[in-house]
DNA sequence: TCTGGGGTCCTAGGACCC
DNA sequence: TCTGGGGTCCTAGGACCC
């Protein structure tokens, strides 16, 4: 059984605020105050909101034709999503955090941890508002900071921080007595935790755990025989007790996905065809920059589930014969994944692929056991990546992954690329 | 008309081996 | 009559995260 230590250092989480939607907001200051909401891929369902669009009664998830009504009504600012934009300021924000600590964990593309190891109770709350009011001066986006002795209770801190106005941005329930850590826990609704989702929220409720409190008063063997060791992790977690430990070093990827809904349906084995090789295109460069090659690749097709017209999903796992990071060689091994599964007379509306099977790429050795083929290959790609890498990713493509690509992803509402492309650096005006 | 994309971890069960 | 048991590896599926 473990036990509670006296001594776990501080750890903090900072959480951007409404991340997309502030981001749309650094470059368009006329926004400040509006509701704006950003889509998903595909302009499908919106996943970021300012909280005027929340006010307004619009959800996470909703998809946009679904609120078009309450869009029209409120005159709410509508934008595809813009991940060069978001994705270069959420590294300027993580180079901030990384100057007030040395151990910063880069959990998403809006959220770290970071270790305030060494810090006395009373002055971390202080540092917190330093980091936030930095973040907020020099990027332009506001966030918020829990600071707790586990992770989970840093990101229950965090919410709350978030939610209620009067702690402006930061809740500090690092080393406050156990009966105040319970109120916080009284308030917080299990659904909320971190690492309970959908389905454990269904299963704890029926059994009366409706609060984050309550979980930590859960039957240790009950909670992990119903939610593995996970499950567990997490009450321990919520006790105070750190099992959860900051990762500041990026590990390897186990896995790279690429798919994407097509911008209409699409029916013909060509098109299916050309998609894949983009996504395989894609997927190799991911799996090429931190020096993997793959054994395994699945090639995967779908049609519209949430449509009554005839459905068929499947997908194919390929062996390759030799673990290979060469983009030409993968097309082709995936092309015959799509010819297995590819089925006549459906509507697909989505298609992907995902590498597994990783192994490091030792290029000295491919001279010793493989043809001299692979090593011109291999030239190649390294040509394709570099020019791709210099001159934009579609410099030089695949004919195979087509060229007008008509089943495009939709994106009718993007914001420019204010911050990465010289063709969209914003006006200043006198 | 219109419902995202990219990851992680755990577990059960089958195949296979001795 | 009576059909082991333990270990390992792999995969599919289900849960979660943002």
Redesign the pocket.
């Known amino acids: 059984m473990k036990t509670k230590s006296q001594n776990n250092p501080p750890v903090a989480v900072v959480?951007c605020n409404n991340?997309y939607a502030s981001c749309e907001r650094v470059f368009n200051p006329k926004l400040l105050g509006k509701p704006v909401v950003v889509?998903?891929?595909?302009?499908?369902?919106i996943?970021a909101l300012s909280n005027e669009a929340k006010a307004v009664g619009i959800k996470?998830?909703d998809?946009?034709?679904?609120v078009?009504d309450l869009v029209k009504k409120h005159d709410v600012n509508v934008f595809s999503?813009n991940y060069v934009l978001y994705g270069d300021i959420s590294h300027r924000i993580m180079t901030t955090l990384e100057q007030f600590s040395p151990n910063v964990e880069i959990?998403?593309?809006?959220?770290a941890f970071i270790s305030l190891e060494g810090f006395k109770r009373k002055n971390l709350t202080e540092y917190c508002r330093e980091i936030r009011e930095t973040v907020k001066k020099w990027i332009g986006i506001p966030v918020s900071v829990g600071i707790a002795e586990t992770k989970t209770l840093s990101?229950i801190a965090n919410r709350i921080a978030k939610k209620n106005p009067k702690y402006d941005g930061v809740l500090n329930i690092y080393g406050i007595a156990q009966n105040e850590i319970d109120e916080y826990l009284k308030i917080t609704d299990v659904s909320d935790?971190?690492?309970?989702?959908?389905?454990?929220?269904?299963?704890l409720k029926k059994n009366n755990i409706n609060t984050a409190y309550d979980l930590t008063k859960a039957n240790d063997k009950w909670v992990?025989n119903n939610?593995?060791?996970?499950g567990l992790?997490t009450v321990y977690e919520l006790r105070g007790i750190p099992c959860v430990s900051l990762e500041s070093a990026v590990?390897?990827?186990?896995?790279?996905?690429?798919?994407?809904?097509f911008g209409?349906?699409v029916e013909t084995i060509e098109e299916i065809k050309e998609s894949v090789s983009l996504?395989t295109t894609?997927?190799a460069e991911?799996m090429r920059s931190q020096n993997s090659a793959c054994r395994?690749l699945?090639v995967f097709l779908r049609t519209?589930p949430?449509?009554k017209t005839p459905q068929y999903h499947n997908?194919v796992?390929v062996?390759l014969p030799v673990p290979s990071d060469s983009t030409t060689e993968m097309i082709s091994y995936a092309m015959k994944g799509v010819e297995q599964i590819f089925r006549k007379g459906y509507l697909y509306?989505?298609v992907?692929v995902?590498l597994?099977?990783f192994e490091p790429v030792d290029r000295s050795q491919l001279g010793l056991f493989d043809s001299e083929d692979r090593i011109k290959m291999a030239k190649v790609t390294e040509t394709m990546d570099r020019l791709n890498l210099e001159f934009g990713s579609r410099t030089l493509f695949y004919a195979s992954s087509g060229i007008k690509r008509s089943w495009g992803?939709k994106s009718d509402m993007k914001s420019p690329q204010y911050t990465t492309d010289w063709e969209n650096l914003p006006e200043v005006s006198a």
Request: aromatic share 10%; proline share 3%; glycine share 10%.
């Open positions: 959480d991340f889509l998903s891929n595909n302009d499908g369902i996943v996470m998830g998809p946009l034709f679904k078009q999503s959990y998403s593309i809006d959220e990101k935790v971190w690492g309970v989702g959908h389905q454990y929220t269904k299963l992990k939610m593995t060791v996970m992790r590990p390897d990827k186990k896995a790279i996905i690429c798919s994407r809904s209409r349906y996504f894609r997927a991911k395994l699945t519209n949430f449509k997908g796992l062996h509306q989505k992907g995902m597994t099977g992803t």
